[in-house]
């Protein structure tokens, strides 16, 4: 059996998204310690941009263009990748535990009758062995996972699992033709793919949230313009969702999403255990609450004990400043 | 019609946990519910119900004895029937096993519609919906935020894509996971409540259901657990000190650069 590894290519707007680039550069790490190969898998309709900057990431580029596949559909993607896999026979494939991911995942797995991993934060070796990292019980344990001898399986990962590197060559790039019918059980009527939200929240790498401390939706402006000067999202606890103040896409959270930034500022959030489920694996964890006693202490890296008000108006024109002299 | 509700009881969010010494193994306090995301399943398939009077809401789980106790909520809410396939001698973190269960139940039962919450709150795998859905060669949507049974036939839904949302119309039999937003699941009357407290919950021999036993026993899984551990301890917390907001903010920039790097 081969150990090569295949990487199902998500992309947004034109560009590759970054957990794809992450799985891929992890993927090639992998590969060459043992001579196998990386392929990348492109699906969809014009497709041959994305595939041309994929091409730095992955020994190969495997291209299945056409018009059925403009639109993410499980069925015709299934279909898709089943016949890479059966033609390439990869050890592992590898894809994001993103929506679209967790769609496709588990009924490609099914269709191959192989196992799958999902929700995935890390890969090591125990000895020569590759085992999976997966968090349980909303990252109160951690588990390791390994796969028996001649087992194929899907692993999703979650976004900023691993850090984007572009390596030296360019891979070959394959079309391959490969048509996939549509379910007619299954008719799309319309989709809205949102559009307006710069950042996806899970590979958001600042996330700033609200919780019920902001009072009301009117006072998440100061959080927006932080986010937008960071370049990342804003959040919010399940009580500012559940309040109607933010839309249930913003939720971090065990009901919501799980979240790893690089930077997470928790802004009148009292860190309710189903929240911090949600974000306890952010590298590094700032809280801004006036109870000292808040439980979101209890996960932090760094505290502000005071009023947010008074800090958010500052913490605004400093960290502009901050992307200034960058 | 037949609705076949899939649930899974989890531990409570607040339960605690402790990693036996094996390092391969769990104890949890005996804190368990439905899963979180089942309740919308549960109440999508009962307001189907409502509508469509001779339709009848089954509810099934693969699990210890002990999850028996999420059927009877789940009949306290209105479910019919409820079954446990009991997985004693046969437990399994692989959802390709529980899949093949839960497929092979329900294509014995006969369904016209399946709903299961979109993943459980405990392994956060998000796979089995999908998985069966697959095994019984009928279509599914994940994540569903709005669900309408328009007739026997046809279903409309919402359900999350990524950064959005969709409309399709699916034709029966089908497959739907559902999200949190679709519906406000209902609070057990006190007769219904009595109900499930005298219903007779049948139990399933996973083996009775068609399936090769080497299939779906201990050594049937690829995967295999290697160690548990515990997450890493953050160190406490550093609260930054100063005269006045922009002092701690100013504070909290310097070592957010210069001690944490994340700046």
Redesign the interface.
């Known amino acids: 059996m081969t150990k090569d590894i295949f990487v199902f290519v998500e992309y947004k707007d034109g560009s590759a998204r970054k957990v794809s680039l992450e799985l891929l550069t992890k993927g090639k790490e992998i590969v060459e310690k043992n001579g196998a190969t990386l392929y990348a898998g492109v699906i969809g309709f014009q497709a041959k941009d994305i595939a041309e900057v994929v091409k730095g990431f992955a020994d190969k580029v495997i291209v299945v263009d056409n018009e059925n596949l403009k639109d993410y559909r499980y069925d015709t993607y299934v279909s898709v990748i089943e016949q890479l896999v059966k033609k390439y026979q990869p050890s592992m494939v590898f894809g994001g535990s993103t929506v679209t991911g967790k769609d496709l995942f588990p009924r490609l797995a099914a269709r191959l009758n192989v196992p799958i991993v999902s929700d995935a934060v890390g890969i090591g070796f125990d000895g020569g062995r590759l085992k999976i990292k997966k968090p349980l019980y909303g990252g109160k344990v951690i588990s390791w996972i390994s796969f028996k001898d001649g087992i194929s399986p899907m692993v999703t990962f979650r976004p900023n699992s691993f850090t984007v590197e572009k390596f030296s060559t360019n891979g070959e790039v394959i079309e391959e033709a490969i048509d996939a019918a549509k379910d007619q059980k299954y008719a799309v009527l319309s989709m809205d793919k949102g559009g307006t939200k710069k950042v996806d929240l899970q590979e958001a790498d600042f996330i700033i949230c609200g919780g019920r401390g902001m009072k009301g939706p009117e006072h998440f402006q100061v959080l927006e313009d932080i986010a937008t000067t960071m370049g990342g999202r804003v959040g919010a606890s399940r009580a500012v969702v559940d309040s109607k103040w933010r839309e249930y896409d913003d939720q971090v959270g065990k009901s919501g999403k799980t979240v790893s930034p690089k930077l997470y500022i928790g802004c009148g959030v009292s860190g309710a255990l189903h929240h911090t489920m949600g974000m306890d694996t952010s590298k590094v964890i700032v809280a801004v609450n006036k109870d000292p006693n808040a439980p979101i202490f209890g996960y932090a890296d760094y505290g502000i004990v005071d009023d947010l008000f008074n800090i958010l108006p500052v913490l605004k024109e400093e960290l502009a400043k901050t992307k200034q002299e960058i | 019609m037949n609705i076949i509700v899939f649930i899974k009881q989890v531990?409570d969010?607040?339960a605690r946990?402790f990693?036996k010494n094996d390092q391969k193994s769990?104890e949890i306090e005996n804190k368990f519910n439905m899963n979180?995301?089942d309740e919308f399943a549960m109440e999508a398939a009962i307001k189907t119900k409502e509508k469509f009077k001779d339709s009848q809401v089954t509810v099934c789980t693969y699990g210890p004895k002990r999850a028996i106790e999420a059927l009877r909520t789940a009949i306290a809410m209105g479910a019919d029937r409820a079954f446990l396939i009991d997985n004693t001698g046969f437990e399994t973190e692989?959802?390709?096993i529980v899949?093949k269960i839960l497929s092979a139940f329900a294509k014995k039962e006969g369904f016209g519609l399946i709903l299961c919450g979109?993943?459980a709150?405990?392994?956060?795998?998000?796979?089995?919906?999908?998985?069966?859905?697959?095994?019984l060669g009928?279509?599914?949507?994940?994540?569903v935020i709005n669900f309408e049974v328009v007739n026997e036939k046809t279903v409309?839904i919402d359900n999350?894509?990524?950064?959005?949302?969709?409309?399709?119309?699916?034709?029966l039999p089908?497959l739907f996971t559902t999200q949190?937003?679709l519906n406000t699941p209902r609070v057990p009357l006190i007769t219904g409540v009595m109900k499930a407290m005298k219903a007779v919950i049948p139990t399933v021999d996973p083996t009775t259901l068609g399936l090769a036993k080497e299939d779906i026993d201990l050594n049937a899984?690829?995967?295999?657990?290697?160690?548990?551990?515990?997450?890493k301890q953050?160190?406490p917390?550093?609260?930054?000190d100063g005269e006045s907001?922009?002092e701690?903010?100013?504070n909290?920039?310097r070592?957010?650069?210069e001690e944490?790097k994340?700046?």
């Open positions: 531990a969010t607040e946990i990693i769990l979180f995301f692989d959802s390709l899949a979109r993943q709150i405990d392994d956060e795998n998000a796979n089995v919906g999908a998985m069966v859905a697959e095994m009928i279509p599914h949507a994940s994540a409309k999350e894509i990524e950064g959005g949302k969709e409309s399709a119309e699916v034709q089908a949190k937003g899984s690829g995967i295999e657990t290697v160690s548990l551990e515990s997450p953050r160190p917390v550093k609260i930054i907001p922009e701690k903010v100013r909290l920039i070592v957010l650069k944490a994340a700046l």
